[in-house]
């Protein structure tokens, strides 16, 4: 990076510093030098320039008009070439130029600007050559780190060898996947995940009490999957800088993309033991050599949890068994977890007590939470299977406990299938078109009488079934006369068709108000 500080330390160009400018201004980087002595030249001066000038405009403009057009510019400062006419800087032009806080320089008379242009092109050369020498070595010892396994740590670590930024690289669903000089807490990994997911990504994310920080994608097979940060905001990152960062973030893609190979194949595994346990015959005894690829012990008892999204037309979100595969890991728990479209589900080993099972299962809910904050997960469990034989069933009955929470609007987002009602569990078996259809035929003229005359006939029949359909309990729940909760039963009879003192017709209306409640 050259600069007038960097031209200053050439003694052959005979410089002399007369306006050092604000503080830091001799240490900017020099865009280029321009040669003008146009009167107003800031249309053709780009940003950072180094304006070079003998001064001929003074006869058209005032000093300060010509310093205010250079400053305009944005220009990195004057730099003023003494001649047999004008053997100093003229004085209007150095109070000008303190004025402005603008640097101005002073060239002797005896070089021409032709020399500082060389001067300028080899330097500029230089540092090509430097960047180009400092690229290829970088990326050699990028592309050594990952051939050794270094992983995502091991390349930032190559990369804060040249440059000691605060760097991490994060995936699309707000993990950190490494960090070198840099800590990030939950809510910023979340705003980062949130950056990546725009189309095209953010170029900057802002951490809060961290800052703007720039971000730069890593995608492997043309998707973006995670972003190399660094926690400092673009405008404050010089070129060399930025090229390593853009260098690194390419280098990342391959060590993602090892990674998602890798998640791949294990996936895969999982999805083939699930289908093992379910074919049963002579695939299932393969079961127990591939639970312990898993670290999962095959003779001992085995819990079963399915996991999904409720009340959403997709049951499963991509990343969800990465996920849930963390998760159990931060618990010290080896699980096989293999992901489908209407759930993901586990299998671990459980010799803890059965009844502890549960509380892991909320955890669990808590942290997918924490991950897909605008969506409910519910997690379905089974009793626990002695063995590896006895999966099964088990895997069954996970999953149809799962299968019914989904259809809940409300409620505890983890049950186990020994304690789901009857009457849910059959209804669970329904599909949604089916049960809204059976609620809106049998119960939709009482709901209709309702909406036309302000009534409370279907709260009332609620009440009756829930009291068991005692006639003082239910009277002295709706705080009504007994007579008046007699004339709305016989109005609910007339308009469903259903004798509400027959069992096989409270069942009916039980039922149509319970597939309600679960559509």
Same mark, same amino acid.
């Given at each position: 990076?050259?600069?007038?500080?960097?031209? !200053?330390?050439?003694?052959?160009? &005979?410089?002399?510093?007369?306006?050092?400018?604000?503080?830091?201004?001799?240490?900017?980087?020099?865009?280029?030098?321009?040669?003008?002595?146009?009167?107003?030249?800031?249309?053709?001066?780009?940003?950072?320039?180094?304006?070079?000038?003998?001064?001929?405009? %003074? &006869?058209?403009?005032?000093?300060?008009?010509?310093?205010?057009?250079?400053?305009?510019?944005?220009?990195?400062?004057?730099?003023?070439?003494?001649?047999?006419?004008?053997?100093?800087?003229?004085?209007?032009?150095?109070?000008?130029?303190?004025?402005?806080?603008?640097?101005?320089?002073?060239?002797?008379?005896?070089?021409? #600007?032709?020399?500082?242009?060389?001067?300028?092109?080899?330097?500029?050369?230089?540092?090509?050559?430097?960047?180009?020498?400092?690229?290829?070595?970088?990326?050699?010892?990028?592309?050594?780190?990952?051939?050794?396994?270094?992983?995502?740590?091991?390349?930032?670590?190559?990369?804060?060898?040249?440059?000691?930024?605060?760097? %991490?690289?994060?995936?699309?669903?707000?993990?950190?996947?490494?960090?070198?000089?840099?800590?990030?807490?939950?809510?910023?990994?979340?705003?980062?995940?949130?950056?990546?997911?725009?189309?095209?990504?953010?170029?900057?994310?802002?951490?809060?009490s961290a800052g703007r920080a720039a971000l730069f994608p890593v995608g492997a097979v043309g998707d973006i999957d995670a972003a190399l940060i660094c926690l400092r905001?673009?405008?404050?990152?010089?070129?060399?800088?930025?090229?390593?960062?853009?260098?690194?973030?390419?280098?990342?893609?391959?060590?993602?993309?090892?990674?998602?190979?890798?998640?791949?194949?294990?996936?895969? #595994?999982?999805? &083939?033991?699930?289908?093992?346990?379910?074919?049963?015959?002579?695939?299932?005894?393969?079961?127990?050599?591939?639970?312990? %690829?898993?670290?999962?012990?095959?003779?001992?008892?085995?819990?079963?949890?399915?996991?999904?999204?409720?009340?959403?037309?997709?049951?499963?979100?991509?990343?969800?068994?990465?996920?849930?595969?963390?998760?159990?890991?931060?618990?010290?728990?080896?699980?096989?977890?293999?992901?489908?479209?209407?759930?993901?589900?586990?299998?671990?080993?459980?010799?803890?007590?059965?009844?502890?099972?549960?509380?892991? %299962?909320?955890? !669990?809910?808590?942290?997918?939470?924490?991950?897909?904050?605008?969506?409910?997960?519910?997690?379905?469990?089974?009793?626990?299977?002695?063995?590896?034989?006895?999966?099964?069933?088990?895997?069954?009955?996970?999953?149809?406990?799962?299968?019914?929470?989904?259809?809940?609007?409300?409620?505890?987002?983890?049950?186990?299938?020994?304690?789901?009602?009857?009457?849910?569990?059959?209804?669970?078996?329904?599909?949604?078109?089916?049960?809204?259809?059976?609620?809106?035929?049998?119960?939709?003229?009482?709901?209709?009488?309702?909406?036309?005359?302000?009534? &409370?006939?279907?709260?009332?029949?609620?009440?009756?079934?829930?009291?068991?359909?005692?006639?003082?309990?239910?009277?002295?729940?709706?705080?009504?006369?007994?007579?008046?909760?007699?004339?709305?039963?016989?109005?609910?009879?007339?308009?469903?068709?259903?004798?509400?003192?027959?069992?096989?017709?409270?069942?009916?209306? #039980?039922?149509?108000l319970a597939a309600d409640a679960v559509d």
């Amino acid at each position: 990076m050259f600069t007038l500080g960097t031209l !200053l330390h050439h003694d052959e160009l &005979e410089l002399r510093l007369l306006v050092p400018g604000p503080v830091g201004a001799l240490e900017r980087p020099l865009a280029w030098v321009h040669n003008t002595e146009l009167p107003d030249p800031s249309r053709y001066v780009r940003e950072g320039e180094l304006v070079m000038t003998n001064g001929l405009w %003074a &006869e058209q403009v005032p000093a300060a008009r010509f310093v205010a057009s250079v400053k305009a510019a944005r220009a990195a400062g004057i730099m003023f070439g003494l001649r047999a006419e004008t053997p100093r800087t003229p004085e209007d032009l150095v109070a000008a130029c303190n004025e402005a806080e603008l640097p101005l320089l002073e060239i002797s008379i005896a070089v021409p #600007f032709t020399e500082v242009s060389r001067v300028v092109a080899a330097m500029s050369t230089d540092e090509r050559k430097q960047a180009l020498v400092s690229m290829v070595r970088r990326g050699d010892a990028l592309a050594t780190a990952i051939s050794r396994g270094a992983g995502a740590s091991g390349v930032l670590d190559v990369l804060r060898g040249d440059h000691d930024l605060p760097l %991490a690289v994060v995936d699309r669903m707000g993990r950190s996947l490494a960090v070198a000089g840099a800590a990030l807490d939950a809510d910023q990994l979340r705003a980062v995940a949130e950056g990546l997911a725009r189309r095209p990504p953010a170029l900057e994310v802002d951490l809060g009490s961290a800052g703007r920080a720039a971000l730069f994608p890593v995608g492997a097979v043309g998707d973006i999957d995670a972003a190399l940060i660094c926690l400092r905001p673009l405008r404050e990152l010089g070129a060399a800088e930025r090229e390593a960062l853009e260098q690194t973030a390419r280098f990342l893609s391959l060590e993602v993309a090892k990674q998602q190979a890798v998640q791949a194949i294990e996936m895969r #595994f999982a999805s &083939e033991l699930l289908e093992m346990v379910l074919s049963g015959g002579r695939r299932a005894a393969e079961v127990p050599g591939r639970l312990r %690829a898993f670290g999962v012990d095959p003779s001992g008892p085995l819990a079963v949890c399915a996991v999904a999204f409720a009340g959403e037309e997709a049951a499963t979100v991509h990343g969800l068994a990465e996920v849930i595969g963390e998760l159990f890991a931060l618990e010290g728990v080896p699980a096989v977890v293999a992901g489908g479209t209407q759930d993901v589900v586990a299998v671990l080993p459980w010799r803890q007590p059965e009844g502890q099972l549960p509380e892991l %299962a909320r955890r !669990l809910v808590s942290g997918i939470e924490r991950r897909f904050p605008r969506l409910r997960p519910v997690v379905g469990l089974s009793g626990l299977a002695p063995h590896a034989a006895e999966l099964r069933p088990r895997l069954l009955q996970s999953r149809e406990a799962c299968r019914v929470l989904r259809r809940t609007r409300t409620g505890p987002a983890v049950r186990g299938f020994a304690e789901l009602g009857t009457h849910r569990l059959l209804l669970g078996l329904l599909d949604e078109e089916t049960l809204r259809q059976f609620s809106d035929d049998l119960l939709g003229p009482l709901r209709a009488h309702d909406a036309r005359r302000g009534g &409370e006939l279907e709260l009332t029949l609620r009440a009756f079934l829930d009291h068991d359909g005692q006639w003082a309990a239910t009277a002295g729940a709706l705080h009504v006369h007994v007579n008046t909760l007699r004339n709305r039963l016989a109005k609910i009879v007339e308009l469903t068709g259903r004798d509400v003192g027959r069992t096989e017709d409270r069942v009916d209306l #039980f039922l149509a108000l319970a597939a309600d409640a679960v559509d």
